[in-house]
T-cell receptor, first 114, second 115 residues
Framework: AQSVAQPEDQVNVAEGNPLTVKCTYS??????LFWYVQYPNRGLQFLLK??????LVKGSYGFEAEFNKSQTSFHLKKPSALVSDSALYFC????????????FGAGTRLFVKA | DGGITQSPKYLFRKEGQNVTLSCEQN?????MYWYRQDPGQGLRLIYY???????QKGDIAEGYSVSREKKESFPLTVTSAQKNPTAFYLC??????????????FGSGTQLSVL
C-alpha cells in the first residue's frame, strides 16, 4: 500500500536561513512525488513534482526537492527562507501500478520568524 | 480565469440534515476528487470520478454521496449518516485519472460545521 510520512508537525526557521521539510514514502513501482502548499483557509497549491530524471527538482517560489531512491525520501528545501513562506506543506505520492490515487502526508507547518 | 470554484465557503449543518457542497471546474478535466481535511490528519479521499457519469468510493466514503452528471460539476452531499461532519472539504481535479504525473488543482474549500 502507498503511504507518505512527514515526521515533523512543525518546522521553525529564521528568515534568511535555509529550510528543509522532510518526507518519506512507500509505493509499489516507480513513485510520482509532489509537494503542495496551503495558506490559511485556502486550497492547496502545487509547488513541484518528481516524475523521473534529475534527482533535484526545482519548483515555484524558489523551492526545490531532492529525490533519494535508496532512502525513499523527497525532502523539500529552500536556500533562504522568507516570512511569507510560513504555511502548511504537504508531501504526496501517486503510484503508477495498481491504482492512481494520490496519498497525502499529514502536513508540516512551517513557521519563519523575522 | 480557469480553475475550480467551491461554494459555499462556510456551511452549517443541523442535526439530521443533509447538506450539499458545490464544486465546479472549467479546466476541461476528466477526473475530479473530494478530500476531507482534519487538523493533523492531512487529506483523506472521500470519492473520486474518473469521467462523467462515473464515480468510486475513496477511503472514507461512509455518510457521503456524490454525482457526476456533467463534466464540470461534482457535488458532494454530506448525509445525516455522517456523524462527525465538521471538517474542511476540498474539491480537486486533474487532466485524467491515469495521467499519474499530472498535478491536482484544488478549489478554495468549504468549512462545514455542525450547529
Amino acid at each position: 500500500a502507498q503511504s507518505v510520512a512527514q515526521p515533523e508537525d512543525q518546522v521553525n526557521v529564521a528568515e534568511g536561513n535555509p529550510l528543509t521539510v522532510k518526507c518519506t514514502y512507500s509505493v509499489s513501482g516507480n513513485p510520482y512525488l509532489f509537494w503542495y502548499v496551503q495558506y490559511p483557509n485556502r486550497g492547496l497549491q502545487f509547488l513541484l513534482k518528481y516524475i523521473t530524471g534529475d534527482n533535484l527538482v526545482k519548483g515555484s517560489y524558489g523551492f526545490e526537492a531532492e529525490f533519494n531512491k535508496s532512502q525513499t525520501s523527497f525532502h523539500l528545501k529552500k536556500p533562504s527562507a522568507l516570512v511569507s513562506d510560513s504555511a502548511l506543506y504537504f508531501c504526496a505520492v501517486r503510484g503508477n501500478t495498481g491504482g492512481f490515487k494520490t496519498i497525502f502526508g499529514a502536513g508540516t507547518r512551517l513557521f519563519v520568524k523575522a | 480565469d480557469g480553475g475550480i470554484t467551491q461554494s459555499p465557503k462556510y456551511l452549517f449543518r443541523k442535526e439530521g440534515q443533509n447538506v450539499t457542497l458545490s464544486c465546479e471546474q472549467n479546466l476541461n478535466h476528466d477526473a475530479m476528487y473530494w478530500y476531507r481535511q482534519d487538523p493533523g490528519q492531512g487529506l483523506r479521499l472521500i470519492y473520486y470520478s474518473q469521467i462523467v457519469n462515473d464515480f468510486q468510493k475513496g477511503d472514507i466514503a461512509e455518510g457521503y454521496s456524490v454525482s457526476r452528471e456533467k463534466k464540470e460539476s461534482f457535488p458532494l452531499t454530506v448525509t445525516s449518516a455522517q456523524k462527525n461532519p465538521t471538517a474542511f472539504y476540498l474539491c480537486a481535479s486533474s487532466i485524467s485519472w491515469t495521467a499519474a504525473g499530472e498535478k491536482l488543482f484544488f478549489g478554495s474549500g468549504t468549512q462545514l460545521s455542525v450547529l
